[in-house]
């Protein structure tokens, strides 16, 4: 068996808004396997989000260890998170995040260019992301011009272009509608498909359901997992009602 | 209105405090710039008006071989109405220990109360009462820091006294040291004859009807009165005037520089605080407020910020101005602090009518910004375009990100360089005029006095012993004979050098045209200047009641008396059957001799009774150009620089998300200061191409302007340009680069989780 990419244990993180102190997360454990697909649901304010910039490298824990692809987050240095962001890990955004002065394929070779490539080798791995995810005639444009749908597969193509070990999507389509969401699943699934390990985090359970597990937030743990066999199952209509909690 | 001034109030709370702060630095600095340059003049004109007030209002300074003579020269003339008691004086050098002895004029005068008309002005200590006690004079005093109660050596033929200074004064004979040589100084007339002078001349000061012409009387009392020697106060009033005219040229000059660079500055802060609030005024604008509401509203909120600073600009330029007032400092002590409300209105109705212009612009747009475009906020079009055009230079990724920062809202940083650019300019022009000044002040043969020591004989009949001791003195290297007089031209007294013709000593510097042949005289810049005559020109003048017609053969360079002087050769005057003596040695030591050695080799040998002295150098010099320059350069450098960083700043803080998407992307804070820092260099290459030739251009048009001022005018100075060039062009960028990471380096210690919630 190979080693987990994320291995995530006893997982503490607390903010102080200087009126009262959170804590976030509260002991959390998480083991997430190569090519596994894991969603990740939970009331709004559970920490979910915390827990991807975490798992991202964005933010550290205060107390806890935090693996990703072998390397230990939580005793990286600034620079060296950087280094495993930029090698290992990629990151979609429920607003997309793209760099609106940068045209389509801009964008996507800029994680290639901070990586070190040569520029031209950059923008033809670019093209061919984008044509991938079904973007050719978008990619020379400005990426203020795109619909949201088309702004987050830029988005997405970003995030794997320097083909990292975990993709992290924090509500990849939350802002999109039900036409341009499944666009955008699609090709998380065939990403999926061909053995990305991705963490994503939703609100919506048809979203969800695509993964191969799904890990519910609550009190700062994981209080409910469903295998993807269980999602389907009577059970899952008690997972539903949490979101109302 | 109502509503205008109620969404002021609410911007100005909710702007960042350091646009606030900015804003009101810059029209503080401008109005300061305004405010000090523009009193400098008229406050060292009224200081000066004063003094001659309080001292009877001198007009005319007369110098005479006896008090006959004195009484003869004045009581002809209907226009004088008061004539002070002449005084009796000889021509001694005084010295403080380890100092060069300065000429002065040493006057007996035992009671100054009694003086009359151009009495001297006691400005510390006590008048003098007892022996060897001596009253020296306050501008040569605080030359070189003399102070009551200090010894100070009196040398009369070659003889020194030990003499105690009681007291420092002025008075309007001349004006100050050391733009001006003899100084005077005064002792009791006891004091006076056990000095046993050989030459005792009679001086005092006339007042003239008022409306009269200082200039023609003077010029009439000499042409009747041969051997007398009279100044006007016309004359010396704009001679003690010209250093704070120097001075205050350089403040009004560069301080319109600041002015400019403030504009700038207002302009790109003005700009910064409309774009970073932009999506701000859409939603106003969703909520019901009108474009005119929210344009006016930016430009009230402007005035509000910057007319208190207008206000502290006023106060602190009306205090930093006396120290402006540089020639008179020394002499008169710092004139008070003035608060001229005149003063205030001037700077109110610049800086803010500057203010105006830099942010209607601006607010204008703001106003009408179409409201879905201003929430999305996407960059300008300009600047997109001009990112696509980055994208294909070649490079490291952090070059490219960094040169798009910086060009990310292109008017922003053509203005923010601009400033940086006048900072260049005025640095690179500092620099350029200091340097030359230094040199044109630095050598005395520029000034006219292209010789290190001066012999006069106590008479004429010495001549030949006098040119055999220099030929056996080993230290010379050449000499000429001369004589200072004056000429009547045009009705005005003009001071003349009467040299021999064909002496070995190169001698004056020739800046234009032909050293001067029999018949022919040459000029220095200030009176081709004033009576508009050019090389090659005939010119008439009276000297010893005959008229001599002289061609000007060409221009040498001389400041004495702001170069309205003329250089004639003896012969000219002795082909038109006047008989001219020289009874002054200008001698030339050689390179590297200590002229102080020579003196004393000749002194020995010299006939008895002979004053050698050596030339004092020119301590005013261009320190106070200098100091001033450097004030100056300081500021406009901080200005353009604190508006550098506060552009950069609010870039990097509009730019906060993308920097935590470009954080999240893998980037590392090394690479992204590295990236804020080539912003900031590209900031600082587009100023120094633009800075420095504008620098030169200014140089040369301040250099033309400075020694037209003194008198030289063109051909001595030139303004160097690839040395500078190559220490300012790197300092340049090296500024903006820094000042692009330290603007950069907050937001790096910013976790990168709130750089992404932020908007
Ligand atoms: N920097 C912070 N300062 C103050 N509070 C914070 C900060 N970061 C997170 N929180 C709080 O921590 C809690 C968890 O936030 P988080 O964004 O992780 O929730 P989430 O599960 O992603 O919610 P949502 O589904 O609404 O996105 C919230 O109550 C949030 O207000
Ligand atoms: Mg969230």
Redesign the interface.
């Known amino acids: 068996m190979t080693t987990p990419i994320v291995i995530a244990h006893d997982v503490h993180r607390c903010v102080d808004t200087g009126t009262r102190r959170i804590e976030i997360l509260r002991g959390l454990d998480l083991v997430i396997e190569e090519g596994e697909w894991v969603a990740i649901m939970g009331a709004s304010g559970s920490g979910k989000s915390t827990l991807l910039?975490l798992l991202?490298g964005?933010?550290l824990p205060d107390s806890g260890s935090i693996t990703v692809a072998g390397r230990r987050l939580d005793q990286a240095s600034?620079?060296e998170r950087?280094?495993?962001?930029?090698?290992d890990?990629g990151?979609v955004?429920q607003s997309y995040?793209l760099?609106?002065?940068?045209?389509a394929v801009?964008n996507v070779a800029?994680?290639l260019?901070?990586?070190?490539v040569g520029?031209k080798a950059a923008l033809a791995r670019a093209r061919t992301l984008l044509a991938e995810l079904g973007l050719t005639d978008q990619a020379d444009g400005?990426v203020?011009e795109l619909s949201g749908g088309e702004q987050q597969r830029v988005a997405l193509a970003?995030a794997v272009a320097?083909g990292p070990a975990l993709l992290l999507a924090d509500e990849p389509t939350g802002a999109l509608d039900t036409e341009a969401g499944a666009a955008v699943m699609r090709q998380l699934a065939a990403r999926n498909d061909a053995g990305q390990t991705i963490a994503m985090v939703t609100h919506d359970h048809r979203v969800a359901a695509q993964a191969d597990r799904i890990l519910v937030v609550s009190d700062g743990r994981f209080v409910e997992e469903h295998s993807l066999l269980e999602t389907r199952s009577p059970d899952f209509t008690n997972l539903v009602s949490l979101d109302g909690v | 209105m109502k509503a205008i001034l109620a969404l002021t109030f609410d911007q100005l709370r909710n702007r960042r405090k350091g646009g606030i702060v900015m804003l009101a630095l810059v029209a503080t600095l401008a109005s300061a710039a305004v405010v000090a340059g523009a009193s400098v003049l008229g406050n060292s004109g009224d200081r000066i008006d004063e003094v001659h007030m309080s001292s009877g209002q001198p007009d005319l300074f007369v110098v005479g071989s006896d008090p006959d003579l004195f009484h003869r020269a004045l009581s002809g003339q209907p226009e004088v109405v008061a004539i002070g008691t002449p005084s009796s004086g000889a021509r001694v050098t005084i010295a403080t220990s380890g100092n060069q002895g300065v000429s002065t004029r040493l006057g007996a005068l035992d009671d100054p109360s009694s003086a009359g008309v151009g009495s001297p002005q006691l400005r510390s200590g006590r008048w003098v009462s007892g022996p060897d006690e001596i009253v020296v004079d306050a501008a040569w005093a605080s030359s070189f820091g003399v102070s009551v109660g200090a010894t100070v050596t009196v040398e009369l033929n070659g003889k020194p006294t030990d003499m105690v200074a009681v007291g420092t004064a002025v008075d309007l004979g001349d004006c100050f040291y050391p733009n001006c040589t003899p100084v005077p100084g005064w002792v009791t007339s006891a004091t006076l004859v056990s000095l046993k002078p050989d030459n005792v001349v009679t001086s005092g000061f006339a007042t003239l009807a008022p409306g009269a012409d200082d200039e023609a009387v003077a010029s009439r009392i000499v042409n009747t009165n041969p051997g007398i020697h009279v100044g006007s106060w016309t004359d010396t009033r704009g001679d003690l005037l010209v250093t704070s005219q120097i001075s205050s040229y350089f403040v009004s000059g560069l301080g319109v520089f600041v002015m400019v660079a403030s504009a700038l500055v207002v302009a790109s802060t003005a700009v910064t605080a409309v774009v970073s609030r932009r999506r701000d005024f859409a939603l106003l604008k969703t909520m019901g407020s009108t474009p005119g509401q929210i344009a006016a509203a930016i430009l009230v909120e402007h005035l509000i910020v910057a007319a208190p600073a207008v206000f502290v600009g006023w106060v602190a330029g009306s205090f930093i101005a006396p120290s402006l007032e540089i020639g008179l400092v020394g002499p008169l002590g710092r004139s008070g602090v003035r608060l001229d409300p005149f003063l205030l209105v001037i700077a109110l109705t610049i800086v803010l009518g500057i203010l105006a212009m830099a942010t209607v612009v601006p607010a204008a747009r703001a106003g009408r910004d179409p409201i879905v475009e201003a929430i999305?906020n996407?960059?300008s079009r300009s600047?997109?375009r001009l990112?696509?055009l980055i994208?294909q230079m070649?490079g490291s990724?952090n070059t490219?990100l960094g040169t798009?920062l910086a060009l990310?809202r292109p008017a922003r940083v053509l203005l923010a360089s601009a400033a940086l650019a006048l900072a260049a300019t005025s640095v690179y022009a500092s620099w350029n005029l200091s340097r030359t000044v230094d040199q044109i002040f630095g050598d005395a043969a520029l000034a006219g006095d292209p010789w290190d020591i001066t012999i006069e004989p106590r008479s004429m009949s010495e001549a030949p012993d006098v040119d055999s001791v220099l030929r056996a003195e080993i230290g010379v290297d050449g000499w000429y004979r001369e004589r200072q007089t004056s000429v009547i031209f045009d009705d005005d007294q003009v001071t003349t050098f009467v040299v021999a013709s064909g002496s070995q000593v190169p001698g004056h510097v020739l800046l234009e045209g032909a050293k001067a042949s029999p018949g022919q005289a040459t000029a220095a810049h200030g009176f081709l200047e004033q009576y508009d005559h050019k090389i090659g020109d005939v010119i008439t003048f009276e000297f010893a009641d005959r008229s001599l017609d002289v061609e000007l053969a060409g221009r040498h360079s001389d400041a004495e008396d702001l170069g309205v002087v003329l250089m004639v050769p003896v012969e000219t005057f002795r082909e038109a059957g006047i008989e001219v003596t020289l009874p002054l040695w200008r001698v030339v030591v050689a390179d590297g001799v200590d002229p102080f050695d020579v003196k004393a080799g000749l002194q020995q040998r010299l006939p008895d009774g002979a004053s050698v002295m050596v030339l004092e150098p020119d301590v005013a010099g261009p320190g106070f150009v200098t100091a001033v320059l450097i004030i100056l350069t300081v500021i406009i450098v901080t200005v353009a620089a604190g508006n550098l960083a506060a552009t950069m700043a609010s870039t990097v803080r509009e730019r906060q998300?993308?920097t935590?998407?470009?954080?999240?992307?893998?980037?590392?804070?090394?690479?992204l200061l590295a990236q804020a820092g080539v912003a900031g260099a590209v900031v600082g290459v587009v100023a120094a191409v633009v800075g420095i030739p504008l620098g030169f251009v200014v140089s040369k048009a301040m250099l033309a302007a400075i020694m037209d001022l003194v008198g030289i005018g063109a051909g001595v100075a030139t303004v160097p340009v690839v040395v500078p060039a190559l220490v300012i062009a790197p300092i340049c960028v090296a500024v903006g680069a820094v000042v692009g990471i330290g603007a950069a380096a907050p937001s790096m210690r910013t976790?990168?989780?709130e750089l992404?919630r932020a908007d």
């Open positions: 910039h991202g964005l933010d600034e620079a950087a280094r495993i962001r930029r090698s890990i990151y955004f995040n760099l609106t002065e940068l045209t801009g800029l994680p260019r901070i990586s070190g520029r400005s203020a970003r320097t | 999305r996407p960059p600047g997109a990112q696509r994208d070649p990724a490219v798009r990310a998300r993308r935590g998407v470009l954080r999240a992307l893998g980037l590392d804070s090394r690479q976790a990168a989780v992404l």
